[in-house]
């Protein structure tokens, strides 16, 4: 099952959703657009350790992961 | 049965619970949920360092450099030179307070998929020696 995973003080939060169920899907798509537009970074697995930084909402990815904006130190 | 088997004396099965709840807590403790989810999205050679060593390398997207990332949440990534040592350090990191699993699977995202752009966020420090290679 499809799965937003946002990186957060206790490691991460995973939000499950059914692509085929239609209100899921959106509030997923809704989730991808909130995060992103905050700034966050998301990105795919395109396979073993290969990742790549998705800008829309790709409902059938796996494993979407979000991450804060990064900041110089 | 394992836990309360007639046979075991109560402070065995009050020390063995406790020892299973803290094994419980530890593999379910933020730091070690940050590791595991880091640990499945480095490829199998970065995954192999990171086990050995707690660091592992990466390809800068943009120019080729080589950086390693060790285990932590700040002044963490280093610029390689090409023989292995540390040329310069680069601190940056996600805004929030992440645990080290998160951050460096972070910094790893940014450096393959957006090198230049994470490094003009970034701020350099000299590297400290000596350093593991």
């Not at chain 1, 350790?49 to 110089?72: C, D, I, K, N, S």
């Not at chain 2, 390689?80 to 310069?88: K, Y």
């Not at chain 2, 350090?89 to 699977?105: E, I, K, N, Q, Y």
């Not at chain 2, 393959?112 to 966020?121: Q, S």
Request: proline share 6%; with cysteine.
């Amino acid at each position: 099952m499809p799965t937003q995973i946002v990186l957060d003080h206790s490691g991460d939060t995973r939000h499950e959703f059914d692509a085929a169920d239609l209100e899921a899907l959106a509030k997923a798509e809704q989730r991808f657009k909130k995060l992103t537009g905050k700034g966050f970074t998301a990105a795919t697995r395109m396979g073993p350790g290969e990742v790549a930084v998705v800008r829309v909402f790709a409902p059938t990815a796996q494993e979407t992961l979000f991450y804060p904006r990064l900041v110089g130190g | 049965m394992l836990l309360f088997g007639a046979r075991r004396p109560m402070g065995s099965r009050l020390q063995t619970l406790r020892e299973l709840y803290a094994s419980f807590i530890g593999e379910n403790s933020p730091e070690a949920r940050g590791r595991h989810l880091l640990r499945a999205w480095l490829s199998p050679i970065q995954l192999a360092q990171f086990d050995e060593h707690r660091y592992f390398d990466v390809v800068g997207c943009d120019t080729a450099k080589r950086y390693r990332i060790n285990y932590g949440t700040a002044a963490n990534v280093h610029e390689l030179d090409g023989a292995g040592t540390p040329r310069v350090g680069w601190c940056f990191a996600p805004s929030a307070r992440l645990v080290p699993g998160d951050v460096m699977l972070a910094q790893k995202i940014a450096l393959e998929t957006n090198e230049n752009a994470v490094l003009a966020v970034a701020n350099e420090f000299p590297p400290r020696m000596p350093f593991n290679r």
